[in-house]
């Protein structure tokens, strides 16, 4: 019954991952909506959203939304929400965040030179490409090498965890103390819409009687 007419292809699939349809937009609305009418306490929505953002500024790309879930678990906050977060760090965003928060980890730890989003990403596929080959070199003949792994330790994930903790640290707060107060008068309207209908039904209810 709610399946698709039209089965979406995997290239629309692919592309909707990077462009979501309707545009980024739409999306982003829809995500602010689904975020006012969670069933949860306003602080705990709060929460969970400020930990999803704070991770979205992390180099801990793929695993966002898991880390995210713990820590919102950890503080008491909607992990629904924290997943809601994390979409801070999207296709759209995700080059200028890397971008920044390397540029200012390395700062931070006097580490000369600027990186582009071009060299960070490319760095990121590399030390994945030697992680899975010292991985399988484990159970293999093929000799491990962790040369690449630690030049990318040092000079990209150490700068970009530094500058994203500060840069994250910062929206975190900013989204924690934006959305509360939405939230709590949503949740307001909503309470003050229902007593209000409570009260028709039992004026409704006194007159038939």
């Excluded at 200028?96 to 006097?110: E, K, M, N, W």
Aim: glycine share 10%.
């Amino acid at each position: 019954m709610f399946k698709r007419s039209k089965p979406r292809s995997y290239g629309q699939m692919a592309s909707e991952l990077v462009y979501p349809r309707g545009g980024f937009r739409r999306s982003f609305a829809y995500l602010w909506l689904r975020i006012r009418r969670l069933p949860d306490q306003p602080h705990r929505i709060a929460r969970g959203l400020a930990a999803g953002v704070f991770l979205s500024f992390t180099p801990l790309h793929g695993f966002h939304f898991i880390v995210a879930a713990l820590v919102s678990l950890a503080i008491r906050g909607n992990v629904l929400a924290a997943f809601i977060g994390t979409f801070a760090g999207n296709p759209l965003t995700t080059p200028f965040i890397a971008l920044a928060s390397v540029g200012l980890g390395r700062t931070l730890l006097g580490m000369p030179g600027d990186m582009s989003p071009q060299v960070i990403f490319r760095e990121f596929a590399h030390a994945t490409a030697e992680l899975w080959h010292n991985v399988m070199s484990a159970i293999g003949p093929s000799p491990t090498s962790w040369s690449g792994l630690s030049e990318f330790w040092r000079e990209i994930f150490i700068p970009y965890a530094a500058g994203g903790a500060v840069l994250g640290g910062i929206a975190a707060v900013l989204s924690f103390y934006l959305t509360l107060p939405i939230v709590r008068r949503y949740h307001q309207r909503k309470t003050l819409a229902m007593a209000k209908r409570i009260a028709r039904v039992q004026d409704r209810g006194r007159d038939s009687g």
